[in-house]
């Protein structure tokens, strides 16, 4: 579960990196990067200041010449200096026209070097911005679509035809929201438009980096983002191929919580302004329905879907897909396994199971570390946080600290492996949605509702445990729960897991209240009601998901 009502210190989010970081406390930091763009951000910056120290560290080593002589005994040469300078106060020494001249010379240096560390994104953002214009300008401009997605719609625009724009009917809202943030909706995706959106922000804030071309992983790009400190654009995003600085990728973050993503499309099969609505929408966008491949086909040159359902099912066997950050995805025919932070034991056993399977490629995002020391479980938690006035009469009715103690960490940890389970089945119904589903031969739909079921089932026994050590102790402090829960309303398995994912959130973040280990200003008065009413919910979530999954 979360315990960061805000985002984590850069401190932590390096020891996340450098997997230092007990298990418990990685998890938690896991789980705020899933969520959090900007912290995701940071993570990929501070690894490549890392990678970029280490890379000019070998470098720097590997240029040094030996030298040409061996070095001298300095030892007799500083104990004279010293014994001279010990007549002189130090404000003598300093005064010398030589040492003060030394010292201003220095302090320049450091200023100079602290404004150009704090400038040379900004600077190199408009560079890379400048180049990309002139590049631009320099060829001719062919006519292009472009992808535009947002959390409910999905259609493509034809940009530069006939030296004009095709303007999507389906997308008024979308246009007004470019419009209010004075960003160029005639040509979204080009540097130019970037460009003079980021002119016209007073105060702003720029990072730079290098990433994976998502077309080919083999090639990199530039990825610029631009955080803004006011106006209805809070942050901006473009990636430029590295080659020609063209650009490939945009996204744009509202002030409000919606969200645009720009993508080229290659393929120009594609219709003119198609709008597709999208039922139930989630943070992801929609996939393309791929049919499987028959099981009686033997693979070829080329994954499928089938393939990458296959891996998922590998990964889920060793419970690859609790807590692990390890990302899957079809790309380029292959099925790429890749993740961050994943522990060095975890990464041997993907490797073994799935280096021989053709068509698929395990990249982790940092080398295989070293085998870890075992861990030391960490302290409890519990009473770091100010403790909420129903944590003190919990404490009270379970007997003491110790008991309070106990109590929690069973809580707790029973909270973390049902929620390791909802992270894994959401993922599932966003991969899959009900038009890719649909798609799949029965072996392979069959097997997808198997591992979905899986989960429902650990949920359901998790939250059972939860549920039957803490009705009597809330019922005993008052807390009761009149009303029954809201009847599901979703008719497939996906939306529904949707709506069980933030049942259980919400759960998370009572108990977390309730257990003292999270501030509760907004928890309301009548806290084990509370809980007590989002936990029948919750179980009304699990039961429904579960029944749709078992329905063919």
């Known amino acids: 579960m979360s315990s960061f009502p805000r985002h984590p210190e850069e401190e932590l989010l390096l020891g996340y990196i450098d997997g230092e970081l007990p298990s418990r406390k990685a998890r938690q930091v896991r789980r705020h990067l899933e969520a959090c763009w900007q912290c995701r951000a940071e993570v990929e910056e501070l690894q490549k200041t890392v990678a970029d120290c280490v890379r000019y560290r070998?470098?720097?080593?590997?240029?040094?010449?030996?030298?040409?002589?061996?070095?001298?005994?300095?030892?007799?040469?500083?104990?004279?200096?010293?014994?001279?300078?010990?007549?002189?106060?130090?404000?003598?020494?300093v005064m010398r026209p030589r040492w003060a001249a030394a010292a201003l010379a220095a302090a320049a240096v450091i200023l100079a070097v602290v404004y150009e560390l704090r400038e040379a994104p900004s600077v190199q953002a408009a560079t890379l911005l400048k180049r990309a214009v002139a590049a631009a300008q320099s060829a001719p401009q062919p006519v292009r679509r472009v992808e535009i997605r947002t959390r409910t719609q999905r259609f493509t625009r034809t940009i530069g035809r006939k030296g004009g724009v095709t303007t999507a009917s389906a997308a008024p809202a979308i246009q007004a929201m470019f419009q209010s943030a004075h960003y160029d909706w005639d040509d979204p995706l080009s540097a130019r438009s970037y460009q003079a959106w980021r002119d016209g922000v007073p105060d702003?804030?720029?990072?730079?980096?290098?990433?994976?071309?998502?077309?080919?992983p083999?090639?990199?790009?530039?990825?610029?983002?631009?955080?803004?400190?006011?106006?209805?654009?809070?942050?901006?995003?473009l990636t430029l191929r590295t080659t020609d600085l063209h650009p490939i990728e945009g996204r744009l973050e509202f002030r409000d919580q919606e969200w645009v993503e720009l993508t080229e499309i290659a393929d120009a099969s594609t219709p003119d302004d198609v709008a597709i609505s999208v039922v139930n929408p989630v943070e992801h966008s929609m996939r393309p329905a791929e049919p499987?491949?028959?099981?009686?086909v033997t693979p070829g040159p080329s994954a499928s879907i089938s393939d990458e359902l296959k891996v998922l099912s590998v990964l889920h066997e060793i419970g690859a897909d609790l807590g692990d950050p390890v990302q899957v995805q079809l790309s380029e025919g292959r099925v790429v396994v890749g993740g961050m932070g994943i522990a060095a034991q975890r990464q041997r056993q993907i490797h073994e199971l799935l280096d021989s399977r053709p068509n698929v490629v395990v990249q982790f995002s940092e080398p295989l570390p070293p085998p870890?020391?075992?861990?030391?479980?960490?302290?409890?938690?519990?009473?770091?946080?100010?403790?909420?006035?129903?944590?003190?009469g919990l404490e009270e009715q379970l007997g003491g600290h110790a008991e309070f103690a106990a109590f929690s960490s069973q809580v707790l940890d029973w909270n973390d492996k049902a929620m390791a389970h909802g992270y894994a089945l959401r993922k599932l119904a966003q991969s899959f949605p009900a038009v890719v589903e649909a798609g799949l031969n029965p072996e392979d739909r069959q097997l997808l509702r198997d591992m979905a079921r899986e989960h429902t089932a650990a949920m359901t026994t998790q939250w059972a445990n939860i549920r039957r050590v803490l009705i009597p102790v809330l019922t005993s402090l008052g807390g009761s729960a009149p009303e029954g829960p809201g009847a599901p309303s979703a008719t497939?398995?996906?939306?529904?897991?949707?709506?069980?994912?933030?049942?259980?959130?919400?759960?998370?973040?009572?108990?977390?209240?309730?257990?003292?280990v999270a501030p509760g200003e907004k928890a309301g008065a009548d806290l084990p009601s509370q809980v007590l009413s989002a936990a029948n919910q919750l179980r009304a979530d699990v039961d429904h998901c579960h029944f749709l999954l078992a329905r063919q």
């Not at 040094?64 to 404000?91: G, I, K, V």
């Not at 083999?218 to 995003?237: F, K, N, P, V, W």
């Not at 499987?292 to 009686?296: D, H, K, L, Q, V």
Request: net charge neutral; proline share 12%.
């Open 58 to 93: 070998k470098t720097l080593l590997a240029a040094q010449e030996p030298p040409p002589q061996p070095w001298p005994d300095l030892s007799r040469e500083f104990a004279r200096m010293d014994a001279s300078m010990a007549r002189e106060s130090l404000w003598a020494r």
């Open 204 to 216: 702003k804030r720029d990072e730079v980096a290098t990433v994976p071309d998502p077309k080919l």
């Open 218 to 237: 083999a090639a990199s790009c530039y990825r610029i983002q631009t955080i803004a400190a006011e106006g209805d654009l809070a942050a901006a995003s």
């Open 292 to 296: 499987s491949r028959p099981a009686a």
């Open 372 to 392: 870890a020391a075992p861990e030391t479980p960490p302290p409890s938690a519990v009473g770091a946080a100010a403790p909420h006035n129903a944590a003190a």
């Open 492 to 516: 497939q398995w996906q939306p529904a897991a949707e709506d069980l994912f933030r049942a259980s959130r919400r759960v998370e973040v009572l108990l977390s209240i309730l257990l003292g």
